[in-house]
Protein backbone atom coordinates (compact mmCIF):
# COMPACT_ATOMS: atom_id res chain seq x y z
CA UNK A 1 0.00 0.00 0.00
CA UNK A 2 1.49 3.29 -0.93
CA UNK A 3 1.78 6.15 1.60
CA UNK A 4 -0.84 8.20 2.99
CA UNK A 5 0.89 10.66 1.65
CA UNK A 6 1.44 9.59 -1.74
CA UNK A 7 -2.42 8.61 -1.97
CA UNK A 8 -3.33 12.57 -1.14
CA UNK A 9 -1.48 12.88 -4.60
CA UNK A 10 -3.75 10.40 -6.29
CA UNK A 11 -6.82 12.24 -8.25
CA UNK A 12 -9.75 9.58 -6.96
CA UNK A 13 -11.24 10.89 -3.53
CA UNK A 14 -11.18 8.78 -0.42
CA UNK A 15 -14.06 7.62 1.24
CA UNK A 16 -13.88 7.91 4.65
CA UNK A 17 -16.41 5.92 7.72
CA UNK A 18 -19.34 7.03 9.59
CA UNK A 19 -20.38 7.48 13.64
CA UNK A 20 -18.90 4.73 15.67
CA UNK A 21 -21.31 5.93 19.28
CA UNK A 22 -24.13 5.17 17.46
CA UNK A 23 -22.44 2.30 15.84
CA UNK A 24 -22.03 0.89 19.68
CA UNK A 25 -25.11 1.66 20.85
CA UNK A 26 -26.34 -0.26 18.37
CA UNK A 27 -24.80 -3.38 19.37
CA UNK A 28 -26.04 -2.81 22.81
CA UNK A 29 -22.46 -0.74 24.18
CA UNK A 30 -23.47 1.90 26.25
CA UNK A 31 -20.88 3.27 27.91
CA UNK A 32 -20.18 7.09 30.03
CA UNK A 33 -17.17 7.07 27.74
CA UNK A 34 -16.87 5.59 24.35
CA UNK A 35 -13.47 4.69 24.38
CA UNK A 36 -13.65 2.71 27.20
CA UNK A 37 -15.16 -0.13 24.80
CA UNK A 38 -11.64 -0.40 23.68
CA UNK A 39 -10.68 -2.12 26.50
CA UNK A 40 -13.90 -3.60 27.25
CA UNK A 41 -15.73 -4.67 24.41
CA UNK A 42 -12.57 -4.98 21.78
CA UNK A 43 -14.69 -7.55 19.35
CA UNK A 44 -17.46 -5.09 19.08
CA UNK A 45 -15.29 -2.58 18.19
CA UNK A 46 -13.07 -3.94 15.82
CA UNK A 47 -16.61 -5.73 14.46
CA UNK A 48 -17.31 -1.61 13.73
CA UNK A 49 -14.39 -0.70 12.05
CA UNK A 50 -14.77 -4.00 10.05
CA UNK A 51 -18.51 -3.04 8.92
CA UNK A 52 -17.46 0.02 7.91
CA UNK A 53 -14.24 -0.92 5.37
CA UNK A 54 -17.03 -3.66 4.11
CA UNK A 55 -19.55 -0.77 3.23
CA UNK A 56 -16.72 1.02 1.22
CA UNK A 57 -14.49 3.09 3.74
CA UNK A 58 -10.74 3.31 2.33
CA UNK A 59 -10.05 5.39 5.53
CA UNK A 60 -11.67 4.56 9.53
CA UNK A 61 -10.72 6.78 12.56
CA UNK A 62 -10.24 4.90 15.96
CA UNK A 63 -12.65 5.00 18.69
CA UNK A 64 -10.57 7.47 20.50
CA UNK A 65 -12.22 10.81 19.75
CA UNK A 66 -12.72 11.62 23.87
CA UNK A 67 -9.63 9.25 24.96
CA UNK A 68 -8.22 12.56 26.16
CA UNK A 69 -7.37 12.45 30.62
CA UNK A 70 -9.71 15.30 30.75
CA UNK A 71 -12.60 13.07 29.11
CA UNK A 72 -11.79 9.94 31.38
CA UNK A 73 -11.73 11.63 34.18
CA UNK A 74 -15.24 13.09 33.98
CA UNK A 75 -15.92 9.27 33.62
CA UNK A 76 -14.58 8.68 36.89
CA UNK A 77 -11.22 6.81 35.37
CA UNK A 78 -7.81 8.05 35.80
CA UNK A 79 -6.24 10.42 33.53
CA UNK A 80 -2.78 8.02 32.49
CA UNK A 81 -5.94 5.11 31.24
CA UNK A 82 -5.48 7.68 27.95
CA UNK A 83 -2.63 5.98 26.98
CA UNK A 84 -3.48 2.07 26.95
CA UNK A 85 -7.10 2.96 25.43
CA UNK A 86 -5.60 5.00 22.56
CA UNK A 87 -3.07 1.99 21.76
CA UNK A 88 -5.92 -0.08 21.93
CA UNK A 89 -7.83 2.14 19.72
CA UNK A 90 -4.96 2.18 17.24
CA UNK A 91 -4.56 -2.10 17.56
CA UNK A 92 -8.13 -2.30 16.62
CA UNK A 93 -8.60 -0.44 13.72
CA UNK A 94 -4.99 -2.21 12.77
CA UNK A 95 -6.71 -5.96 13.47
CA UNK A 96 -9.95 -4.62 11.38
CA UNK A 97 -7.86 -3.44 8.30
CA UNK A 98 -5.50 -6.51 8.49
CA UNK A 99 -8.81 -8.88 8.27
CA UNK A 100 -9.99 -7.17 5.52
CA UNK A 101 -6.76 -7.72 3.40
CA UNK A 102 -7.99 -4.04 1.78
CA UNK A 103 -5.92 -1.11 1.06
CA UNK A 104 -7.46 1.26 4.30
CA UNK A 105 -5.64 4.22 5.89
CA UNK A 106 -6.02 4.67 9.41
CA UNK A 107 -6.58 7.47 10.93
CA UNK A 108 -5.99 8.98 14.73
CA UNK A 109 -8.99 10.63 16.39
CA UNK A 110 -8.58 13.60 18.37
CA UNK A 111 -11.77 15.28 19.76
CA UNK A 112 -11.73 18.38 21.56
CA UNK A 113 -11.26 19.08 25.33
CA UNK A 114 -14.58 18.68 27.48
CA UNK A 115 -15.04 22.82 27.46
CA UNK A 116 -13.63 26.07 26.59
CA UNK A 117 -9.75 26.47 26.99
CA UNK A 118 -7.89 29.27 28.67
CA UNK A 119 -6.69 30.63 25.20
CA UNK A 120 -10.48 31.29 24.11
CA UNK A 121 -11.45 31.90 28.30
CA UNK A 122 -8.75 34.67 28.73
CA UNK A 123 -7.42 32.73 31.67
CA UNK A 124 -7.30 29.35 33.70
CA UNK A 125 -10.33 30.31 36.44
CA UNK A 126 -12.90 30.21 33.43
CA UNK A 127 -11.22 27.76 30.83
CA UNK A 128 -9.16 24.53 30.64
CA UNK A 129 -5.65 25.35 31.46
CA UNK A 130 -3.90 25.84 28.23
CA UNK A 131 -0.76 22.87 29.62
CA UNK A 132 -3.61 20.89 30.78
CA UNK A 133 -5.06 20.45 26.93
CA UNK A 134 -1.68 20.60 25.85
CA UNK A 135 -0.74 17.74 28.44
CA UNK A 136 -3.92 15.65 27.55
CA UNK A 137 -3.46 15.95 23.32
CA UNK A 138 -0.22 14.78 23.91
CA UNK A 139 -1.41 11.55 25.94
CA UNK A 140 -3.49 10.66 22.91
CA UNK A 141 -1.17 11.64 20.35
CA UNK A 142 1.94 9.80 21.03
CA UNK A 143 -0.38 6.49 21.94
CA UNK A 144 -1.58 6.73 18.84
CA UNK A 145 1.67 7.10 16.87
CA UNK A 146 2.75 4.18 18.65
CA UNK A 147 0.23 2.61 17.35
CA UNK A 148 0.66 2.94 13.85
CA UNK A 149 -1.55 5.45 12.68
CA UNK A 150 -1.83 6.64 9.16
CA UNK A 151 -2.44 10.37 9.97
CA UNK A 152 -4.10 12.21 12.79
CA UNK A 153 -7.51 13.46 12.58
CA UNK A 154 -8.06 16.45 14.65
CA UNK A 155 -11.90 16.40 14.32
CA UNK A 156 -15.05 18.54 15.64
CA UNK A 157 -12.83 21.66 16.66
CA UNK A 158 -14.82 24.28 17.97
CA UNK A 159 -11.55 26.43 18.84
CA UNK A 160 -8.70 27.14 16.49
CA UNK A 161 -7.14 27.50 19.23
CA UNK A 162 -7.28 24.38 20.58
CA UNK A 163 -6.53 22.46 17.26
CA UNK A 164 -3.44 24.64 17.33
CA UNK A 165 -2.37 23.13 20.11
CA UNK A 166 -3.44 19.67 18.77
CA UNK A 167 -1.24 20.58 15.46
CA UNK A 168 1.70 22.14 16.98
CA UNK A 169 1.98 18.33 19.47
CA UNK A 170 1.15 16.30 16.15
CA UNK A 171 3.84 17.65 13.42
CA UNK A 172 6.43 16.78 16.05
CA UNK A 173 5.47 13.05 15.22
CA UNK A 174 5.94 13.54 11.44
CA UNK A 175 2.66 11.70 10.65
CA UNK A 176 0.36 13.70 8.46
CA UNK A 177 -2.78 15.56 9.98
CA UNK A 178 -6.36 16.88 9.17
CA UNK A 179 -7.81 19.46 10.83
CA UNK A 180 -11.90 19.61 11.24
CA UNK A 181 -13.74 22.24 12.68
CA UNK A 182 -17.50 21.89 13.62
CA UNK A 183 -19.67 24.82 12.75
CA UNK A 184 -22.99 26.74 12.97
CA UNK A 185 -24.94 29.04 10.63
CA UNK A 186 -24.77 32.53 11.24
CA UNK A 187 -25.07 35.81 8.07
CA UNK A 188 -22.25 38.10 7.12
CA UNK A 189 -23.42 41.58 8.62
CA UNK A 190 -22.00 43.01 5.68
CA UNK A 191 -23.43 40.84 2.48
CA UNK A 192 -26.20 38.92 4.13
CA UNK A 193 -24.47 35.83 3.52
CA UNK A 194 -24.59 32.55 5.33
CA UNK A 195 -20.85 32.41 6.94
CA UNK A 196 -20.43 30.09 9.00
CA UNK A 197 -18.53 29.82 12.51
CA UNK A 198 -17.64 27.43 15.17
CA UNK A 199 -19.32 28.22 18.87
CA UNK A 200 -16.45 30.27 19.78
CA UNK A 201 -16.90 32.29 16.80
CA UNK A 202 -14.28 30.73 14.46
CA UNK A 203 -14.24 30.94 10.78
CA UNK A 204 -12.63 29.04 8.35
CA UNK A 205 -10.47 31.81 7.60
CA UNK A 206 -9.58 32.10 11.23
CA UNK A 207 -8.16 28.74 10.98
CA UNK A 208 -5.88 29.27 8.70
CA UNK A 209 -5.15 32.52 9.86
CA UNK A 210 -4.07 31.43 13.49
CA UNK A 211 -2.22 28.57 12.48
CA UNK A 212 -0.29 30.59 9.89
CA UNK A 213 0.47 32.98 12.57
CA UNK A 214 1.79 30.30 15.01
CA UNK A 215 0.56 31.93 18.47
CA UNK A 216 0.43 28.77 20.18
CA UNK A 217 3.34 27.55 18.80
CA UNK A 218 6.23 29.91 19.77
CA UNK A 219 5.77 32.00 16.10
CA UNK A 220 5.93 28.21 13.62
CA UNK A 221 4.16 28.84 10.88
CA UNK A 222 1.78 25.22 11.57
CA UNK A 223 -0.40 25.51 8.35
CA UNK A 224 3.02 24.27 7.11
CA UNK A 225 2.22 21.11 8.93
CA UNK A 226 -1.47 20.62 7.91
CA UNK A 227 -2.11 17.97 5.04
CA UNK A 228 -5.75 18.79 5.29
CA UNK A 229 -8.66 21.06 5.74
CA UNK A 230 -12.29 20.40 6.33
CA UNK A 231 -14.96 19.84 8.44
CA UNK A 232 -17.47 17.33 10.05
CA UNK A 233 -20.59 17.11 12.57
CA UNK A 234 -23.36 20.15 12.04
CA UNK A 235 -26.98 20.37 12.93
CA UNK A 236 -28.79 23.51 13.10
CA UNK A 237 -32.37 22.55 14.49
CA UNK A 238 -33.86 25.70 12.44
CA UNK A 239 -32.19 25.16 9.39
CA UNK A 240 -32.27 22.32 7.80
CA UNK A 241 -30.83 23.56 4.67
CA UNK A 242 -27.24 24.37 6.80
CA UNK A 243 -27.87 20.73 8.16
CA UNK A 244 -26.09 17.34 6.58
CA UNK A 245 -24.83 17.71 3.46
CA UNK A 246 -25.76 20.81 2.19
CA UNK A 247 -24.05 21.73 5.28
CA UNK A 248 -20.72 20.51 4.59
CA UNK A 249 -21.19 21.20 0.69
CA UNK A 250 -21.58 25.07 1.60
CA UNK A 251 -18.74 24.95 4.53
CA UNK A 252 -16.66 23.06 1.97
CA UNK A 253 -16.77 26.11 -0.51
CA UNK A 254 -16.56 28.75 2.22
CA UNK A 255 -12.94 27.00 3.12
CA UNK A 256 -11.82 26.55 -0.66
CA UNK A 257 -12.67 30.60 -0.79
CA UNK A 258 -10.78 31.31 2.35
CA UNK A 259 -7.53 29.34 0.84
CA UNK A 260 -8.32 30.70 -2.62
CA UNK A 261 -7.86 34.21 -1.03
CA UNK A 262 -4.43 33.19 0.14
CA UNK A 263 -3.42 31.65 -2.79
CA UNK A 264 -3.09 28.20 -1.18
CA UNK A 265 -3.72 25.08 -3.31
CA UNK A 266 -2.03 22.56 -2.05
CA UNK A 267 -4.31 21.54 0.78
CA UNK A 268 -6.94 18.28 0.46
CA UNK A 269 -9.81 19.25 1.62
CA UNK A 270 -12.38 16.79 3.77
CA UNK A 271 -16.17 16.67 5.32
CA UNK A 272 -17.97 14.29 7.03
CA UNK A 273 -21.50 15.74 8.21
CA UNK A 274 -24.38 14.52 10.37
CA UNK A 275 -27.18 12.50 8.60
CA UNK A 276 -29.29 15.52 9.49
CA UNK A 277 -31.25 16.29 12.43
CA UNK A 278 -31.42 14.07 15.27
CA UNK A 279 -35.49 12.64 16.36
CA UNK A 280 -36.93 10.29 18.84
CA UNK A 281 -38.80 7.94 17.40
CA UNK A 282 -41.85 7.17 19.61
CA UNK A 283 -42.19 3.60 18.81
CA UNK A 284 -39.20 2.29 19.27
CA UNK A 285 -37.75 4.71 21.60
CA UNK A 286 -34.16 5.32 19.02
CA UNK A 287 -32.67 8.26 17.52
CA UNK A 288 -33.13 8.48 13.90
CA UNK A 289 -31.39 10.83 11.48
CA UNK A 290 -33.66 13.12 8.77
CA UNK A 291 -31.37 12.25 5.76
CA UNK A 292 -31.22 9.35 4.39
CA UNK A 293 -28.28 6.73 2.80
CA UNK A 294 -29.64 8.03 -0.78
CA UNK A 295 -30.62 11.55 -0.52
CA UNK A 296 -26.74 12.19 1.45
CA UNK A 297 -25.56 10.04 -1.47
CA UNK A 298 -27.32 11.92 -4.15
CA UNK A 299 -25.74 15.04 -3.21
CA UNK A 300 -21.80 13.35 -3.15
CA UNK A 301 -21.40 14.38 -6.28
CA UNK A 302 -21.67 18.25 -5.46
CA UNK A 303 -19.57 17.83 -2.51
CA UNK A 304 -16.58 16.81 -4.69
CA UNK A 305 -17.65 19.21 -7.01
CA UNK A 306 -17.06 21.97 -4.48
CA UNK A 307 -13.29 20.52 -3.82
CA UNK A 308 -13.75 17.82 -0.90
CA UNK A 309 -11.20 14.87 -1.32
CA UNK A 310 -12.04 12.66 1.37
CA UNK A 311 -15.84 12.22 2.12
CA UNK A 312 -17.29 10.67 5.02
CA UNK A 313 -20.06 10.68 7.57
CA UNK A 314 -20.24 11.82 11.04
CA UNK A 315 -23.35 11.47 13.67
CA UNK A 316 -26.43 9.88 12.28
CA UNK A 317 -24.73 7.89 9.04
CA UNK A 318 -24.05 4.31 9.15
CA UNK A 319 -22.75 1.72 6.80
CA UNK A 320 -25.37 2.15 4.81
CA UNK A 321 -24.53 5.60 4.06
CA UNK A 322 -21.00 5.10 3.59
CA UNK A 323 -21.62 2.33 0.90
CA UNK A 324 -24.14 4.73 -0.49
CA UNK A 325 -21.29 7.36 -0.63
CA UNK A 326 -18.86 4.61 -1.85
CA UNK A 327 -21.00 3.95 -5.16
CA UNK A 328 -21.56 7.77 -5.81
CA UNK A 329 -17.84 8.40 -5.13
CA UNK A 330 -17.07 5.41 -7.87
CA UNK A 331 -19.39 6.45 -10.50
CA UNK A 332 -17.98 9.85 -10.44
CA UNK A 333 -13.86 8.04 -11.18
CA UNK A 334 -15.36 6.24 -13.92
CA UNK A 335 -13.63 8.18 -17.52
Known amino acids: MISFLERLRK ?20 LTNSTLANDLH ?12 RA ?50 VAGSIGPSPGAIEADAGDAEFGIANEKVRDAHERV ?35 PIAVNLTYKYTKNRK ?9 WGDTAGSLLDVLAEGELAEGDNL ?28 GIRQLSQELGARGIASKRMMAYPNAGLPKLDRQTRQTVYSQTPDEMAGQVGELLAAGAFIVGGCCGTGPEHIGAFKKMVDEQCQP
Open 11 to 30: SDPLVYDGGFGSQLFARGVE
Open 42 to 53: PEKVVDIHSTYI
Open 141 to 175: IHALAEGGVDFFCIETMFSVKEASIAVDVARRTGI
Open 191 to 199: TGEPLYRTD
Open 223 to 250: LESVDILGLNCGAEANHSEHTGMPYAIR
Open 56 to 105: GSRAIGTNTFVASPLHLEMADREGHEADKISRLGAKHARTAVEASGKDVY
